[in-house]
């Protein structure tokens, strides 16, 4: 094929049949942006829609079916990552350049320029990138939603099962196909069990922005609407050997933890974020997390709690969510 490029089908699950299609990269020759999605002065974040096009050299063939197309579609995350305390000395050496921009008594400021090996940009690419990619990271207008349990039942749950959400990738994970060699502890217990392994935002190169999920075995459990006090033992377990486990391979206490779940989540099976105190990280706000000390306590207390209470939410104006609770009448 042309450029030595090729393109995955994307089945009705909006994945690849062959999850070999996205091979590694060594740069972004052949790239061309097409427009900036959004941006995040805060994390230092922006999201690029691009396409790689026919002559594009840097995408090595895979198994995957030609395209129709002469361009593929891609999305690009680019973050700048956070300093690393251990190479702040070379950083600041003399390979680091200044330039003044202002002086005023004993007040300077300047622009540097680093050694690139000490200045990386954390990239993540998704590519074959479609539709639903492209409108993820779009910037779209928030709006706070409550969803009481009569809403759960009768707009959310039945929106949940008219779309076909995979979650494949997550099975990759849970059965050892892929990312494997990233999993930092594994308790394989069927009812009980979870894995754990960083998250694709934390760069792993301190812990100060320390970054983990925790993805349970068992299969069936969309979010924690559906936990009740049978699932205790699945959750103090979780919270129990996370603590454990960090603690020794990080040095971070169980006071310096924020354990939590989203919702609604980006994917319909139970995972708990798991991040140092520290580290503002995207979703751990009020109107999102969802703390698991919490949840324990509620369910202690009620262990039909999550079946009855209402919840509040954030949705974007273009999640078919927020469309079904704005033809309810749900939304000013």
């Keep these: 094929m042309e450029g030595a490029k090729k393109k995955a089908k994307l089945d009705a699950n909006d994945r690849s049949i062959d999850d070999q299609c996205h091979q590694p990269i060594g740069d972004f020759s052949g790239f061309k942006i097409l427009k900036i999605l959004n941006e995040n002065h805060q994390s230092k974040t922006i999201f690029v829609h691009g396409k790689f096009t026919a002559d594009a050299t840097t995408i090595e063939g895979g198994d995957c079916a030609n395209s129709d197309d002469d361009d593929d579609d891609a999305v690009a995350i680019l973050e700048k990552t956070a300093f690393n305390k251990d190479s702040l000395q070379d950083l600041m050496s003399k390979d680091m350049s200044l330039k003044n921009s202002m002086h005023n008594d004993i007040y300077g400021t300047y622009s540097g320029r680093a050694n690139p090996e000490l ?13 639903k990619h492209i409108d993820k990271y779009t910037e779209h207008e928030p709006y706070l939603i409550c969803e009481t349990a009569t809403d759960y039942d009768t707009i959310t749950l039945p929106h949940l099962h008219s779309q076909t959400f995979s979650i494949q990738w997550v099975y990759n994970i849970l059965e050892k196909k892929k990312e494997w060699e990233r999993i930092v502890f594994e308790d394989s217990d069927p009812e009980n069990g979870f894995i754990l392994l960083p998250d694709m935002k ?3 190169s301190q812990a100060d922005n320390l970054y983990l999920v925790a993805i349970v075995h068992k299969h069936g459990i969309k979010s924690l ?7 205790l033992p699945l959750l103090t377990n979780i919270r129990d050997k996370t603590v454990a486990v960090v603690e020794e391979k990080y040095g971070i206490t169980r006071s310096q933890l924020r354990m939590y779940f989203h919702y609604q989540p980006s994917y319909y099976h139970l995972h708990i974020h798991v991040t140092h105190l520290k580290y503002d990280a995207p979703g751990s706000n009020i109107t999102k997390a969802h703390l698991l000390d919490d949840i324990i306590s509620n369910i202690q207390l009620k262990s039909d709690y ?15 969510l927020f469309v079904k609770y704005k033809q309810a009448g749900k939304i000013d």
């Design 119 to 131: 200045n990386e940009i954390k990239v993540t690419l998704i590519y074959p990138a479609s539709q």
């Design 202 to 204: 934390w760069d792993q």
């Design 225 to 231: 609407r559906d936990l009740t006090n049978k699932h």
């Design 306 to 320: 999550y079946q009855t209470q209402a919840l509040m939410f954030t949705a974007r104006d273009n999640d078919p």
